[in-house]
Structure formats: structure tokens, C-alpha cells
């Protein structure tokens, strides 16, 4: 294990629901992010949490909505996503933001009806 | 733009052969350069970086290559087997957040 952990692992929504996205980290690590990966595209980055602040927001739609209320914990909260939206959720940390290796989660495979 | 090239077919090799991954890049001047394995239906795992100043990196049967004026890193595995096959990840970095390639997928065949 990679020591980040990410729950669900899976999760089918409606395009109407409201559903949140877990992650864990127990690296003591500072930062933390969350990347979409979709089939046959690179790892997009979306948010980036340097010690509990958002230091990145890379052009997310609002319908997604992060919260990092402590160094360990990251949530993606979602709502009224879209079709396209479905694929995989991943978190993951680092030491630091920038310079570092990235100690990824299993992922949230998405799939929004 | 920054624009990171990893090659999308997927690499098929024979057991024991020595893969060779390619990754490209345009537009960017990292100061590191990362590669990371990912299995299906899992996230990546980090496997060796190299930074600018070094041309060359070992671990264990990985060896990373890093020509800064050729704009290209290459990823070899050594007497490959089939537990390999995976898809490998290329990530630059530099100013803050590495930006990542789309992967390329190798198949090692018994």
C-alpha cells in the first residue's frame, strides 16, 4: 500500500445527485491533490492543498468543490456532474507541493449516468 | 504550450528482452524528470527520478537516461518479465507541479 487511501473505490451517480470523494493520507505529508484520468488522456491535474490551503485550482468547474479541513484528509465533493465527467479520481500526496515524488491513492473509478 | 510525447501504442516485448520507453517533451525546461508505473484500475507508482544535471539513473533492472538537449528521457527495463507489462508514466517538473504524459502501455510476453 502506498499509505494514501481513497474510498470508494467505485461510484455510479445520477447526473442530480450529490456524492463526496475520500481521501486519507498517512504519510505526514503536506500536500495533497486531486487528478481526473480519463481513457487515453493524461493525468489532469485539478486541485492542489498545501498545508489545508488551496494553492491550485486549475480551471475545475464548479461542480466540483475540494475541502482539506486537516493536513490528512482531502474530500472532492460532487454535484450535478455530467456524463463526461465519468472516469478516475485519483489523490494523492507529497512532502512539499512542487519538487517531490507523489505517493498516489487506488482511485475513484466514477461513472455518471 | 508544454506538450509531454510518450508513445500511444503499446510497447510488445518477449521475455528476458529489454524494453526501451520514450518520452518527449516541447516547450519546457524541467528540472526533474519523474517516471511511474500504473496498473489497471490503480494509481501510480513512482519509480526513479532524475534531474537535469544527471544524464543517467539505476535501479536495480530500471535504468533512466535524461538528454536535456535532445528534450528526451528514455526508460529501460532489463531482462524484462511478464509482471512488468503495466503502463509507465513520464512526469516533468520544474517550477511547481509536475505535468504528466499519457503513459505507455507494455505488454511483456512469456
Redesign the interface.
Known amino acids: 500500500e ?1 499509505g ?1 487511501t481513497q474510498t470508494p473505490r467505485h461510484l455510479v451517480m445520477g447526473m442530480t445527485n450529490k456524492k463526496s470523494l475520500k481521501c486519507e493520507q498517512h504519510l505526514g505529508h503536506n500536500a495533497m ?1 486531486w487528478y481526473k484520468q480519463s481513457a ?4 489532469e ?1 485539478m486541485f ?1 492543498y498545501s498545508l489545508e490551503e488551496r494553492v ?1 485550482n486549475n480551471s475545475v468547474p464548479s461542480r466540483f468543490s475540494p475541502e482539506c479541513p486537516n493536513s490528512s484528509h482531502l474530500f472532492l465533493h460532487l454535484h450535478t456532474l455530467q456524463p463526461e465527467d465519468s472516469a ?1 479520481y ?1 489523490c ?1 500526496s507529497s512532502q512539499d ?3 517531490d ?7 475513484t ?1 466514477l461513472s455518471v449516468l | 504550450s508544454q506538450k509531454i510525447e510518450q508513445n500511444s501504442e503499446a510497447l510488445n516485448i518477449q521475455e528476458g528482452k529489454t524494453a526501451t520507453l520514450t518520452c518527449n517533451y516541447t516547450n519546457y525546461s524541467p528540472a526533474y524528470l519523474q517516471w511511474y508505473r500504473q496498473d489497471p484500475g490503480r494509481g501510480p507508482v513512482f519509480l526513479l527520478l532524475i534531474r537535469e544535471n544527471e544524464k543517467e539513473k539505476r535501479k536495480e533492472r530500471l535504468k533512466v537516461t535524461f538528454d536535456t538537449t535532445l528534450k528526451q528521457s528514455l526508460f529501460h527495463i532489463t531482462a524484462s518479465q511478464p509482471a512488468d507489462s503495466a503502463t509507465y508514466l513520464c512526469a516533468l517538473g520544474g517550477s511547481y507541479i509536475p505535468t504528466f504524459g499519457r503513459g505507455t502501455s507494455l505488454i511483456v510476453h512469456p
Open positions: 502506498t494514501v491533490y487515453k488522456k493524461p493525468l491535474l492542489v491550485e478516475l485519483l494523492a507541493p512542487g519538487l515524488i507523489q505517493y498516489f491513492g487506488a482511485g473509478r
